[in-house]
């Protein structure tokens, strides 16, 4: 059955077709062809026509033009529209003309850089090489002395060649060209870095006498040119014309039904995904089902593996966390066919061949538009029919491009934002640099002005990390700084997962980097690979080691936070008339204090657990809206403000008096006494659904319990408050206008702040050090922010708050859209 046709049964089909809020057609795209160069080496001409290549797409030809001109270029193009080889062409081709040169190709990840690897080896005029953490000692001297290629990573330039440029004195004396594939990753805390070691590799390059031309590659992003100039620091042409074949493809949105009216609740996102998958593999068609994390990967791969009709084995899911030979191994399986689906996260979103597949499935928006096109992108086979689907979660953001799906379809991808000049990030660099080749009293670092880098120099000399003499300055430290610090997170460690078996094998499953160890495999955690179900029975923070077991829990486990907040400095505030805006620097203290124990099959909470782990302090940047007491006012007028703590009335203290003696001073659900920890008196009926304290404070209404047991209460009868119905909004609406992911911004809501003076706030903050430029951005754009989120709780069809707008009440609550939406209507005015 053709894609075509089956797709036509979906039309009809009463379970699929209402829940579609969106089909887009994109037509297929003839391909404009130029011929090969005239002065094209041989070689390589015949090696393409053995492939059946007998032409060059237009823009594949223009980068040829640009690297025989000695520019730099920026080639930005669809998935399977030839990049690789706009730039691997002039690249050996210049290569065979002068056996001088080296060129060093770099991807973001190990998987990526081996695949491309496999495709230069099949051209064997040209010594091409992987060097990487999984390279043998043993080549590696062979390797860094015949490769004409090296290919790599950002994280072994940084960890492995940089330090030891003297052993690569005749590579870098020849570098000509540097390719840096897929750039749009190189953004955040990552992209930051990348940037520096550029920085540190143009330094080093120069001082063996080379100054190398750089190739960069993106998927489609809001600001390429920009992008790359901040990367590289270099003046760079821009090809953005895609000029290659496209097949049709049907792109869909999928809104899973309504399964409860009242509370807005949909059907599940995750079980609407494998159904759809399920009938797709099931028809036939290859697939890719996208997660957004590994416990959601590994939880549909288990379900697709129950519904679909082939063996389990044709089903694999691939994430990061894999060890590289299962990858690899998954990877052959994709492009051979015998792998017929799979769940993935990001990690397979990048240029890895695994062929051209039938089907996408998106379970999620990626947040992104750049990434939801770059997952898209997957399917399609030469100029055959695809299928993308996009199915949205009861998220806001998901909601609103269900409601205006023209906004993924016609909008202009986000921006990458990079700061190379964050000083927490630059300085580290800055060391490493000093250890590479001291500085000089003349040099400057990067962007950093003269003065700038003396001071910066000047502070690494008083800590003693660096030495001043003879105009220069040295490295003084017996480590080499590029071991203290990673890439890709705040933090250098790793902490391995050490699975031991019935019979006492110990093997390694994986790892996990340390910040996310705390909630990920705290003590009691539940942890899934590969559709297999393990418990961590221990955790190690000083030797970074989680000990697992196989297991078989009806549950899993979602970890449970407290936070704290303090302002450091205040960077920018404006008087938006009904409230202020800030942004500012601050302290965010965390601390894992339990997890829940969750059912699988209701999704009911059957238990929690206490732990005592460590707190986090991360000092970053937020942007945080606090409300005037006039904006309060009004809304108490109208009887649309439940955002303040609670009053009781004049007779509490004895009432209170009165309950603890009838529940004998003891809490009356985990039976704790008040001798052992603070009782509170709870509610069994939110104080804020009544319109008296005497209607409220009945006897009956009214029960003791520990200030855990509380909590846990009041999770599920809550009065969700406008304040906290504006913040959920603002944090899940924030990615429409960064090109980031939800948990890369915290949000925090508060009736009574100190980031306020007291008065009701609502904060963005960044997950990263010291920010990169989020929290400006959302600052800036304060308006639109908020008059999107306002137009979505508008439109919302449920009627007092859901988790597709302002979050939900609990159990038993109230969803405050109301409130919410009156105080969006004032700060919209």
Known sequence: MSLTSFLSLWKSDSSIAPNISAWQVFPKRDPVYVDFPLNLDQRLKSHLLSQDIRSLYLHQYQAWQEIQSGNNFALVTGTASGKTLSYTLPVLHNLLENDSYRALFLYPTKALAHDQLGALNAFSAVTAAAYDGDTPSSQRAVIRSSSQIIISN??????????????????????????????????????????????????????YGSSPQFLLTSATIGNPLAHAKTLIEEKVQLINKDYSSRGEKHFLIFNPPVIDEILGLRAGMQRESVRLASEIINAGYQTILFGRSRKSVEFMLTKLREKCSIPPDFIRAYRSGYLPLQRREIEAGLRSGQVRAVAATTALELGIDIGGLDAVIIAGYPGSIAGAWQQAGRSGRADNPSL????????????????????????????????????????NHIKCSAYEIPFEDSDYYGNFSHTQTMELLDFLQQSGTLH???????????????????????????????????????NVLGVVDRDSAYWMVHPGAIYLHQGDIFHVDSLNLETNIASLSPSTPVYFTEPERQ???????????????????????????????GYKKIRWSQYEVIGRESLDLPSTSLKTTGFWITLSSETETALRKVKLWT?????????????????????????????????????????????????????????????????????????VVRVNSGLRGLGYALHSL?????????????????????????????????????GIGFSKNLYDREKELLDTAFELVRVCPCREGCPSCVGPGGEKGYGGKMETLAILEILCA
């Open 563 to 593: 936070t704290s907040f303090a302002v450091d400095k205040l960077l920018e505030k404006s008087c938006l008339g009904t409230a202020d805006k800030f942004l500012g620097e601050i302290t965010v203290t965390t601390q894992v204090s």
């Open 734 to 770: 924030s990615p429409l206008f960064l090109m980031c992911d939800p948990g890369d911004l915290g949000v925090h809501t508060d009736c009574n702040s100190p980031l306020g003076d007291g008065r009701p706030v609502v904060l963005l903050h960044e997950q990263i050090p010291a």
């Open 643 to 715: 955002s303040s703590p609670n009053e009781y009335g004049p007779n509490w203290p004895s009432l209170r008096e009165i309950i603890l003696r009838r529940d004998k001073n003891t809490c009356q659900i985990c039976g704790k006494s008040g001798d052992i920890v603070p009782l509170h008196i709870h509610h069994k009926k939110p104080l804020r659904s009544f319109s008296s304290f005497e209607e409220a404070n009945q006897i009956d209404n009214l029960v003791t319990l520990c200030f855990r047991c509380h909590n846990r209460a009041e999770a």
């Open 154 to 207: 950002p994280d072994m330039l940084h960890l492995g060649i940089l330090p030891y440029h003297t052993h690569w004195e005749d590579f870098f004396s020849r570098l000509q060209y540097v390719v840096l594939d897929e750039m749009h990753t190189y953004r955040g805390v990552f992209g930051s870095h990348v940037a520096n070691v550029i920085r540190r590799l143009k330094r080093v390059a120069n001082h």
């Open 468 to 506: 001043h003499s003879q105009n220069k300055y040295f490295w003084m430290k017996d480590s080499y700084p590029a071991a203290g610090f990673s890439l890709r997170t705040t933090t250098n460690q790793q902490v391995t997962l050490k699975l031991i078996s019935s019979a006492g094998e110990i």
């Open 388 to 427: 993308s689907i996009l199915v949205a979660s009861s998220n806001p953001l998901d909601q609103y491009l269900a409601l205006y799906p023209e906004y993924l379809f016609n909008s202009n991808p986000e921006s990458a934002l990079i700061d190379p000049d964050n000083l927490l990030i630059a300085l």
